[in-house]
């Protein structure tokens, strides 16, 4: 959006914990001297929390430089408009950076947040995903800076949900339902995993946070989980009642979070959920290695024969996504099974072999062939995110331990609020 450095903000806590020394002090000064916060035209209040404050706030709380956190706090305040409607509920970017950036050219319409000049009320609908994925960065900053927002919550608390399941779209006005498409993929996705992480970063006293994800998930069994006819597990969308038999990459974040979240139920519920966490990232390794490169595609369904694989011409890209890679890491460190490392290491072939070009890493248009074009861009979450979370499937389970931090949907590390937190 408006906000230049995204990629020197996203990527400083992994220099950081990769001891790159050099180039992260190179990052800080950067920080320090160059990063303008005021922002000409319209950014995503989403994008903007997510990249840029989780990556501040993550670099201040793993060095402890003032500079990280005064630039988090003065960043927050300026998105504090995006809150200003009927509800407390932010509007959304009507052209989500989630569409395909290889793809789609104008990546940032109007947004929320830092310019008056679009108009909340005709953007018609907040998207799930967006406003539901505030909640980790923005309980950091009230505790920073003694300010206390946040009522997002009670509104979703009270609405009623279909079948128990959370649409894609909400009005900001009204605060009920637009449409009926559910999805843990894109657009509603981070929502659930903020859930269980805010349980998580309350050293596990949000309980109602966690009641809405177990809640939540429950119904997402119910009614989303499915097995194909070649017995592979995966998630489908819903739309008004009817199923779409698709996975979108995004979607496969959804294997480490539900191994995340199994950790903490009773014995049989533990079970069933890290069966189900191995069974998904299962499907999501099998759209890799269906794959010519080994690096799997935007989407892939499992109907009309077809099995993790893409069948329409536009869902055939990769741009360097992390999803896949993240379930492997957390299905490494809570069940220590080799498998997932053998299938990161096939990643970092993979990406080695098509995605690496003279200036960085790129996009590839086609997963299906051997000599794939590239799309000449490298996503932010690459080194926020993908190399992050390679990284830690090789490091030692004390790096970051899951006990002491969670991720937020970026990748950038947040303590847990331990009761000896403050000290
Ligand atoms: C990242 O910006 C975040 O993980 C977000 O939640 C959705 N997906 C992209 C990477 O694919």
């Known amino acids: 959006g408006g906000l230049r450095g995204a990629t020197v903000i996203d990527a400083l806590d992994t220099l950081y914990i990769m001891e790159l020394e050099e180039e992260f002090q190179e990052a800080k000064k950067w920080v320090e001297k160059s990063f303008d916060l005021n922002v000409n035209g319209e950014a995503s209040l989403f994008e903007v929390n997510i990249r840029y404050i989780g990556g501040l706030l993550a670099a201040y709380y793993l060095t402890g430089e003032e500079v990280f956190k005064s630039k988090a706090l003065e960043l927050g305040e ?248 993240e379930s492997y890491m957390y299905l490494w460190r809570l069940t220590h099974d080799p498998k997932y490392r053998h299938w990161g290491w096939e990643v970092v072939k993979a990406l080695e072999k098509h995605c690496r070009v003279e200036a960085g890493f790129s996009g590839i248009r086609d997963v299906y062939t051997t000599t794939p074009s590239h799309d000449n861009m490298q996503q932010s979450f690459f080194l926020a995110e993908t190399l992050k979370y390679l990284y830690l499937l090789f490091c030692e389970d004390d790096v970051l331990s899951l006990e002491d931090w969670v991720f937020n949907t970026e990748a950038h590390p947040l303590p847990i609020n331990h009761t000896d937190f403050k000290a």
């Not at 809150?83 to 947004?111: H, Q, V």
């Not at 505790?143 to 009005?171: A, H, T």
């Not at 533990?270 to 010519?292: F, G, K, P």
Request: hydrophobic share 35%.
């Open 78 to 325: 300026k998105l504090l408009p995006a809150f200003n409607t009927p509800t407390g509920i932010p509007p959304s970017c009507r052209g989500s950076a989630r569409a395909p950036p290889a793809l789609n050219a104008s990546l940032f319409s109007p947004c929320s947040g830092m310019s008056w000049s679009w108009g909340w009320a005709s953007a018609g609908s907040s998207i799930l995903a967006e406003f539901g994925t505030l909640h980790l960065e923005f309980l950091h900053l009230s505790q920073l800076s003694g300010n206390p927002v946040m009522n997002i919550r009670r509104v979703l608390n009270r609405v009623e949900k279909p079948q128990g399941l959370y649409p894609n779209f909400l009005s900001p006005v009204t605060g009920s339902w637009v449409q009926h498409h559910v999805s843990i993929g894109g657009l509603g996705d981070s929502f659930y995993e903020y859930l269980i992480k805010s349980w998580l970063m309350s050293d596990k006293k949000d309980s109602e946070a966690k009641k809405m994800y177990d809640d939540a998930l429950e119904a997402i069994e119910k009614h989303l989980v499915k097995k194909s006819a070649g017995g592979l597990t995966y998630i489908a969308e819903w739309r008004g009642g009817i199923l779409d038999h698709k996975m979108g990459h995004l979607a496969c974040f959804s294997g480490g979070m539900i191994a995340l979240g199994a950790e903490h139920g009773g014995d049989e519920r533990r079970q069933r959920h890290m069966e189900l966490a191995a069974e998904i990232t299962n499907t999501c390794h099998e759209s890799y290695t269906r794959s010519d490169t080994k690096l799997g595609p935007e989407a892939f369904r499992f109907d009309a024969g077809s099995e993790a694989m893409a069948t329409r011409l536009s869902e055939r890209y990769y741009i360097l996504r992390p999803e896949v890679v």
